[in-house]
């Protein structure tokens, strides 16, 4: 499988090939639109850009912790099952967190934990 890298400068485009495959982050898109190329894999190079999509992606996922967690604690009905399934999520985001952790800045690492922490 050729894997290549552009860069656009101005409006001509330069195509650097490699064939490493341990260069940046893994990212799957989920691009829906017709018109549009098709891409299974895509290596993020750029740490600029890793840190504020990893961050998303955590955020995202601490958000909805919080939706639970919230459902959990205003129920009349909890069981120790709903419980649990929350628990779960969290050490799932902890792993998460320490996977992704050389991606992210280290403010933003402790804050993520700190966040958790809270539940």
Do not use: Q, W
């Not at 999509?53 to 919080?66: A, F, G, M, P, S």
């Amino acid at each position: 499988m050729t894997k290549f890298i552009t860069h656009k400068i101005k409006n001509k485009r330069k195509i650097v090939s490699f064939s490493d495959d341990n260069i940046g982050f893994l990212f799957t898109p989920n691009i829906k639109r017709k018109n549009m190329i098709k891409i299974n894999e895509l290596y993020l190079c750029n740490s600029f850009y890793t840190d504020i999509l990893v961050t998303k992606k955590i955020d995202k996922e601490i958000k909805r912790l919080t939706l639970i967690a919230a459902s959990v604690i205003n129920d009349d009905d909890t069981t120790e099952g709903d419980v649990i399934i929350a628990l779960n999520e969290v050490t799932r985001i902890k792993k998460m967190i320490f996977k992704y952790k050389e991606y992210i800045k280290e403010k933003e690492y402790e804050l993520d934990l700190k966040r958790l922490k809270l539940f």
